[in-house]
């Protein structure tokens, strides 16, 4: 299934990326322990090898020219990893500037969400957004390019603001705003698609609510009229 958002596609080769690399690197560690253990055991009537370490004495072995290729390149590996994925957290954590974003003011209270839009239109339980409309250019204006920037808050306690499909989650904290943001590529209805990710009293399991996602002119339509 490909995903509803560019972006969560890049939160997802960010996970892949990190879960190959871990596999690889753990992989070979086990596999040279194993063959190492097999390799160096102690055979029966043999007598300990010349150059067995003894207690106490420690002496030049192995290749220190090689050793230190090998660590300046793994170093720069761990280096250009943590740079690229600081780079494309800041992008995924920031909101685009986008004159034709929607922007969505998003209330958790005791128990449930609210949705407010930019012209005082309210929703509960359910977030109504444009799809991505690639016409609609900055330079364009009066259109609904589809990025949705979400300005979340709570009402009451701390919540967490979570849609899974599209990997996105913040905290929801009363007096302060978190922001999110979106573009999803695809006209459908998420049910339950929205949930609160931080335990916050007991109906924290009904904090539920549905994504909507509209061609522009439905949402359009809705926006300014519809019920
Ligand atoms: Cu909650």
């Known amino acids: 299934m490909p995903a509803l958002a560019p972006s969560a596609e890049q939160w997802q080769s960010l996970f892949t990326l990190y879960i190959i690399a871990a596999v ?3 992989g070979a560690v086990f596999v040279m322990f194993f063959y190492f253990l097999a390799k160096y055991r102690r055979k029966p009537g043999t007598a300990e ?3 067995a370490p003894r207690v106490g004495v420690m002496e030049d072995r192995g290749n220190p020219a090689l050793a230190a290729i090998l660590t300046a390149l793994l ?3 761990f280096f250009g990893l943590t740079l690229n994925t600081f780079a494309l957290n800041a992008f995924l954590q920031n909101p685009p500037n986008d004159p034709n974003a929607l922007y969505v003011d998003v209330i958790g209270f005791q128990w449930g969400w609210r949705f407010v ?3 005082a239109r309210e929703l509960v339980g359910e977030l ?3 799809v991505l409309n690639s016409t ?8 609904w390019s589809g990025t949705v920037v979400l300005n979340i808050t709570s009402a009451d306690v701390f919540h967490s603001f979570g849609i899974a499909l599209l990997k996105i989650k913040r905290d929801a904290i009363p007096g302060r705003i978190n922001q999110a943001w979106f573009v999803a590529e695809k006209v459908d209805i998420y049910p339950e698609a ?5 335990l916050c009293g007991t109906g924290h399991a009904l904090m539920i609510a549905d994504l909507l996602v509209l061609s522009a002119d439905n949402f359009h339509d809705w926006y300014l009229t519809g019920p």
């Open 24 to 26: 690889i690197v753990g």
């Open 49 to 51: 090898p010349k150059d």
């Open 75 to 77: 170093v720069s590996l």
């Open 117 to 119: 839009y930019p012209n």
């Open 128 to 130: 109504r957004v444009p």
């Open 136 to 143: 609609c250019t900055p330079a364009v204006r009066g259109c």
């Open 194 to 198: 929205i949930r609160c990710y931080e």
